[in-house]
């Protein structure tokens, strides 16, 4: 194993490590604020990526234009999700809130079983195989893409939440409900648009990496997965720790890719959670 | 005695005897297969019970459990001409021993861990019974050499002796959740289920109890998935290890009634029946539809009836029996 082979792994984990973290803060931002562990946050994913293709398919739109179609789509399916199934939920056991989502996860991904069958699909773009190359190191374009996408789109959000009016009040609520509500914040509100912005967040993730990824209905249960161990990992809540915790996991898995094969790629991961569960269960950000 | 002839007694072993004699009853072995795959569920739906339910800790990866059970016994079936008689305990028991640093790692915390973890947990089992395909025949899963009708290899040439196997082990599983209901462990889970950090202000060593319970659990699932094997004789990972049947055991004591010693038989009748219905429904000719009506299901039953249908069924249970007489006076003490 020379060190190029190695080197263009870890150039690959770096890059896929951009989309697990924009999966990966929209799960930690729904946790954060509604306290909510959404199992279907893979799903949305899948949603993104399915309207990527259909706008590809239909009208021919490029994948990355689609993001102005797709961030707002999932938006509202977020804030519909809020309203009608986890705010009447917010004070039950875990147990419903655990089983809503994974009902959800289910009906989501048969629901596109259904009406998009069980083919692979794939988006044909003239920069499909379009590559930075240098030092025996390939760059993938489309996936350099989807990595500034991702960086961009989790800057914007820090920059909203510390900036904005608005990202103060959400941050408040995820700190303190009734405070917020006693300075006249609207928590339901606040709810609606963390889950309409996690959801819009996993959402972009898909059509940034429609390029270069097949879209199937389980394409969700993946990044679902790994954005788990993501947001465990770097820490509950947390979006910087979300940030760093990717990259660590998109560089063992992909490492580990290249050490133990393909199709362990996950089990690597899994041997990640179970790591960091017994080394720090609190995360990497954790004050303790 | 006497404590046969009240109801509370002799209804359960009338509907008891009603399940002995139910198979005969029936016009082909198709139903039996629907009643084999009920029992199943129930043994599974329970299982999952003692620790998701009484304890409240939800795994969402009794596949895991489940697939070890089914692979290990078929192993050692094929290969060392074991009989699965002897492999329903050593798959059990290779169950247990899976469960066991699961229940380390996640239950010294609170929160999501365990659930998560339990979903690796069969995730990862699944890709590396996929990978090692020299042992596991990957994708294409291992089938049970077929004997014909032979009892000691857990064999049958009629459905109905895998019946009463399976309704036995259902039985056994209510009765040892009926039973654990009054043990020690029993209270103890239900604290913990109900509020942990209350639970272990009185000195519960919660950590403990909820391993006893997993251990407990994955033990039967395990059993179950040596059952499952032999009766279908054959298995995959993608079908044993697989996420879906993860929901599915979880559901089945969700839809019943979790913390509730009837509530996974229920449950495993209902969801059973509304799996047949839906593949008659549906032909099988729009994949995707028949889960897809499973997850609005589970949406459904979370959002509006969190309690699953026990609540309903028990009251009119307990109304019937109050109407019910004695069969026996109770002698009149001297």
Redesign the interface.
């Known amino acids: 194993m020379d060190l190029t082979t190695l080197l263009q792994a870890v150039v690959t984990g770096v890059l896929t490590a951009g989309i697990y973290a924009l999966v990966a803060i929209g799960l930690t931002l729904i946790f954060g604020v509604v306290r909510i ?1 959404n ?1 279907a946050q893979g799903e949305f994913v899948m949603l993104g990526m399915y309207a990527s293709y259909a706008l590809w398919k239909v009208l021919g739109l490029d994948p990355y234009l689609s993001l102005l179609v797709t961030m707002p789509l999932l938006f509202v399916v977020g804030v519909l999700v809020q309203r009608w ?1 986890f705010q ?2 917010l004070h ?5 809130q ?3 989502t ?13 009406f998009f ?2 083919d692979f699909r794939s988006v044909k773009t003239p920069y499909a195989e379009a590559a930075l190359r240098g030092w025996g190191l390939v760059v993938p374009l489309p996936r350099l893409y989807a990595f500034v996408g991702a960086i961009v789109l989790a800057g914007l959000l820090t920059v909203f939440l510390g900036k904005t009016d608005v990202g103060k009040a959400l941050r408040a609520v995820a700190q303190d409900r009734e405070m917020a509500m006693l300075l006249g914040i609207n928590p339901w509100r606040m709810y609606m648009l963390a889950v309409g912005l996690g959801a819009a967040l996993a959402g972009a993730a898909g059509s940034l990496i429609v390029p270069f990824f097949y879209v199937f ?1 389980t394409v969700g ?1 993946v990044f679902g ?1 790994i954005a ?2 993501v947001v ?1 990992l770097g820490t ?1 809540g947390s979006i910087q720790g979300a940030l760093l915790a990717a990259l660590v996991v998109g560089v063992a898995e992909s490492l580990g890719t290249l050490f133990a ?1 393909a ?2 790629g ?2 690597v ?3 990640i ?2 790591v960091s ?2 080394v720090r ?1 609190s995360g990497l950000m954790s004050r303790a | 005695m006497s404590a046969v002839g009240t109801p509370h007694r002799y209804v359960p072993l009338a509907f008891l005897a009603f399940l002995l004699v139910l198979p005969h009853l029936l016009p082909n072995a198709f139903y039996v297969h629907i009643l084999v795959t009920m029992a199943i569920f129930a043994v599974l739906g329970s299982a999952w019970n003692l620790i ?1 339910g009484y304890a ?1 800790q ?1 795994s ?1 990866g009794h596949a895991a459990f489940f697939g070890t059970g089914a692979y290990v016994s078929t192993l050692l079936v094929n290969r060392y001409g074991i009989s699965p008689w002897l492999t329903l305990g050593v798959g059990g028991l290779a169950a247990l021993l899976l469960s066991v640093p699961i229940g380390r ?2 239950f ?2 609170q ?3 365990f ?3 339990t ?3 069969g ?2 089992l699944r ?2 019974v ?2 090692y395909r020299e042992i596991t025949n990957g994708a294409q899963g291992l089938t049970v050499p077929f004997k014909g009708n032979a009892p000691w290899q857990l064999q049958f040439d009629s459905k109905l002796p895998y019946y009463y196997i399976a309704l036995a082990m259902a039985v056994a599983m209510v009765l040892l959740a009926r039973w654990m209901e009054r043990t020690r462990l029993g209270h103890y889970l239900r604290a913990i289920g109900q509020d942990q950090g209350a639970a272990e202000a009185v000195g519960i060593d919660s950590a403990r109890a909820k391993a006893r319970a997993l251990a407990l659990s994955a033990f039967a699932t395990g059993a179950a998935g040596v059952f499952y094997a032999q009766y279908t004789y054959v298995i995959h990972p993608d079908s044993v290890f697989s ?1 879906g049947m993860s ?1 599915q055991i ?2 089945v004591a ?1 839809v019943g009634g ?1 913390g509730t010693a009837m509530g996974p038989v229920l449950g495993a009748i209902i969801m059973e029946v509304f799996v047949q219905s839906t593949q008659v429904a549906f032909q099988g000719e ?7 009506v ?6 459904a039953v ?2 509006w009836c ?1 309690r699953g249908v026990i609540p309903w069924v028990s009251r009119a249970y307990g109304a019937v029996i109050g109407r019910l007489p004695a069969l026996v006076r109770r002698p009149v003490p001297a």
């Not at chain 2, 729009?286 to 897809?292: K, Q, V």
């Open positions: 562990v199992f199934l009447p939920i039950a056991p875990d147990l419903a655990i089983f809503m994974v009902g959800l996860s289910i009906l989501l991904m048969n629901a596109a079983l259904f069958t069980a209905p249960v997965l788990f161990v465990i509950l094969g199709d362990l996950l089990v991961v899994f041997v959670l179970v569960l017994v269960p | 998701g409240g939800l969402l790692i996640c010294r915390l929160g999501p861990y659930a998560i973890a979903i690796g947990l995730e990862a890709m590396l996929l990978h996420l929901v979880a559901l969700i979790v729009y994949p995707g539809l028949e889960l897809m499973y997850g609005g299901l589970l949406v979370i959002r969190p």
